[in-house]
């Protein structure tokens, strides 16, 4: 069983790492059945908790979504350590965990569906047992506790865990939620199906030809672009190779910080 202030220090830790970005979409629940498995094969790993301070709070993370709840992912959701986050590109991508090897804790028949969504960073003043759980090569998730008590007791603290990547099923399209000023055109993709995970971005006004975007952040893509008074048609492939083409998304008249929804990839 872990220290309480062991427990409070990974909390603290992922917490600090997190940014709130505006969105606009209502709360998700766990998912009640696993989607058709993106893998078979079960990976060990560990897992801990956090609870936030206070509910209301609106918990972003390393991926950009903003309030979770809002954004559609609800509680349903995990901060990855480095072996695991890549870079950011892993954002948005589901995972099915369940607990093993401590009959004490773990619920038995159990198991979770979660939205990559966060960062646990590494701490290397410390020891993997010791508050340094995220450093490499440690393959770790750091949960909310309404997740981690789907599995195991809370009192387990860090326990040990299995894992497989699976496919996402998300309710209505694809988001894209528009940012920037001017010609600086920031786009926050969410609610992404199938693999979860973006890998490539193109843009397209009715003045111009397919335009790629670059990563800024997470889920954050970007472009200088004049894209202003004309509507905007998206191109995104996720990390199995799959292009999906959503035109005129966003009518003419669109506004900086609105989302509008495009098509979905297959679960």
């Not at 509507?231 to 009518?251: H, I, K, M, Q, R």
Request: proline share 5%; aromatic share 10%.
């Amino acid at each position: 069983m872990s220290n309480p202030s062991s427990i409070t220090a990974t909390a603290a830790l992922l917490l600090s790492l997190i940014s709130t970005v505006t969105s606009h979409y209502s709360s998700s629940t766990f998912s009640s059945s696993p989607p058709a498995p993106q893998s078979t094969v079960w990976h060990s790993a560990r897992a801990t908790y956090y609870a936030a301070s206070d509910p209301r709070d609106a918990v972003g993370g390393a991926c950009g979504y903003g309030d979770l709840v809002k954004a559609g992912y609800g509680m349903a959701t995990v901060g990855l350590s480095e072996a695991l986050f890549q870079r950011g590109q892993i954002c948005g991508a589901c995972f099915e965990l369940r607990c093993v090897d401590d009959l004490r804790w773990c619920i038995p028949g159990t198991s979770i569906i979660v939205t990559a969504t966060n960062f646990c960073a590494p701490n290397y003043g410390f020891t993997a047992e010791g508050g340094g759980r995220c450093n490499p090569p440690n393959k770790h998730f750091v949960l909310p506790i309404e997740a981690f008590e789907k599995i195991a007791i809370w009192k387990a603290g860090n326990m040990p865990v299995q894992y497989r990547r699976i496919k996402c099923r998300k309710e209505g399209g694809v988001r894209f939620t528009i940012g920037g000023s001017g010609i600086f055109v920031s786009v926050l993709i969410s609610n992404v199906g199938g693999a979860g995970d973006i890998v490539a971005v193109k843009i397209k006004g009715s003045r111009t030809g397919w335009l790629p975007m670059g990563r800024n952040w997470g889920q954050n893509w970007h472009i200088n672009s004049d894209l202003r008074n004309q509507p905007l048609s998206f191109e995104v492939t996720n990390g199995d190779g799959l292009t999906l083409t959503s035109y005129n998304v966003a009518p003419k008249n669109w506004n900086f910080g609105q989302t509008f929804e495009g098509k979905q990839f297959e679960a």
